[in-house]
Structures are given as structure tokens and as C-alpha cells.
């Protein structure tokens, strides 16, 4: 079965400066990966997913991702954070049956500060 | 679109009693989601639909809980009776081509 891990569960970053946001999976064959944002008191909004080809993929919000299978990564990136990035963020990953039984990492919580 | 809506967005209840959360998907998608989120386990998906069967309830996490989708725009997940166990947030999710769009949630707490 597929799992993820998301080793930081708590990244603080000063306003301007790049976040990185780790990622790892573990699954055996081409994953589907997600990165999903929860603002406080809100659902989860999907940030950008990567189901295959180009292995740098681009989002919304300024957010990107790349899949590196031999890292078995898909690490979350933005060059400048903005205070309104501050939220939880989870890495997902979906098997062969597809995105229907989509497995979430346990989060980060991305602190901004000024 | 609205979006996916839930309600309530907020549930106390006692223990035993029977709780019904709500969910309208956005119309047009053909699947929906039941999550749970704790601060122990995360975010688990409960149960899901595909044009309004049931396909996936491995996740339920046992008789107490029960899921219906009597039509394309709305369902329901009960807990009877309810447990202060059960105390979480519930997500509704639909999607059409593989992106879930979560509604807000049910925070429940079960005293």
C-alpha cells in the first residue's frame, strides 16, 4: 500500500524568503501526488498534482512541486512567501486504482513571520 | 458554484445520541467523499461514491457509522450512537476528473 511521509510538522519562514516543504512516498510503481492547502476553519484546496511527464509541475498561488523518483520525493517549493501562505499543507498519494483512494501525509504547518 | 456545502459546520452532541452530518457536492461531479480528520490520525477517507453506489467503505470505522447517497446532489454520514471517539472534523469531497474539492467540514464533538 502507499504511504507518505512528511518529516517537518512545523516550518517557520520570514516573509519574502523560499520555502521548501518536504515530501516523501513510498509506493512501487508511478504515484499520483497531490499537495493539498488547509487554511484554519477550511477545507483542503488542491495546490498542483503530478500524474506524469514533465516532472516539475506548477500551481496555483505561485507553487510548485517536483517529482524525483529516485529521491522518491515531490517536494513543495514557492520563492517568496507571503504572509497569507501561512496554513497547513499536506502531500497526498494515490495508487493504481487512481485518485480515488487518495492516502494524506500527517501535515506541515507553515508559520510566516514578518 | 458554490462549492461543496456542509452542514452543520459545528455538532455537539451527547454520547449516544445519533448525529447526521450533510454534504451537497458540486453539481456535475460523479464522486464523493467522506474524510475524518484527528489530530492522532490524520486525514482518512471513510467512504466513497461513484454516481451514487457506494464503492469504497473499507474505512468505516465500524457498524456505528453509516453513509448514503439517495441522490446526485446530496448525502449523509450517520453515527448511531455516537461515542466521544467520534469527536473530529468531517470533510465532504467531490470530484469529476480526479481533483477533490473539499467542502468546509463538520467539526463534531461528542460529549
Known amino acids: 500500500a502507499q504511504s507518505v511521509t512528511q518529516p517537518d510538522i512545523h516550518i517557520t519562514v520570514s516573509e519574502g524568503a523560499s520555502l521548501e516543504l518536504r515530501c516523501n512516498y513510498s509506493y512501487g510503481a508511478t504515484p499520483y501526488l497531490f499537495w493539498y492547502v488547509q487554511s484554519p476553519g477550511q477545507g483542503l484546496q488542491l495546490l498542483l498534482k503530478y500524474f506524469s511527464g514533465d516532472t516539475l509541475v506548477q500551481g496555483i498561488k505561485g507553487f510548485e512541486a517536483e517529482f524525483k523518483r529516485s529521491q522518491s520525493s515531490f517536494n513543495l517549493r514557492k520563492p517568496s512567501v507571503h504572509w497569507s501562505d501561512a496554513a497547513e499543507y499536506f502531500c497526498a498519494v494515490a495508487g493504481g486504482t487512481g485518485f480515488q483512494k487518495l492516502v494524506f501525509g500527517t501535515g506541515t504547518r507553515l508559520l510566516v513571520s514578518p | 458554484d458554490a462549492g461543496v456545502i456542509q452542514s452543520p459546520r459545528h455538532e455537539v452532541t451527547e454520547m449516544g445520541q445519533e448525529v447526521t452530518l450533510r454534504c451537497k457536492p458540486i453539481s456535475g461531479h460523479d464522486y464523493l467523499f467522506w474524510y475524518r480528520q484527528t489530530m492522532m490520525r490524520g486525514l482518512e477517507l471513510l467512504i466513497y461514491?461513484?454516481?451514487?453506489?457506494?464503492?469504497?467503505d473499507s474505512g468505516m470505522p465500524e457498524d456505528r457509522f453509516s453513509a448514503k447517497m439517495p441522490n446526485a446532489s446530496f448525502s449523509t454520514l450517520k453515527i448511531q450512537p455516537s461515542e466521544p471517539r467520534d469527536s473530529a472534523v468531517y470533510f465532504c469531497?467531490?470530484?469529476?476528473?480526479?481533483?477533490?474539492?473539499f467542502g468546509p467540514g463538520t467539526r463534531l464533538t461528542v460529549t
Open positions: 469531497a467531490s470530484s469529476l476528473t480526479g481533483d477533490l474539492y
Open positions: 461514491f461513484n454516481n451514487n453506489v457506494p464503492i469504497d
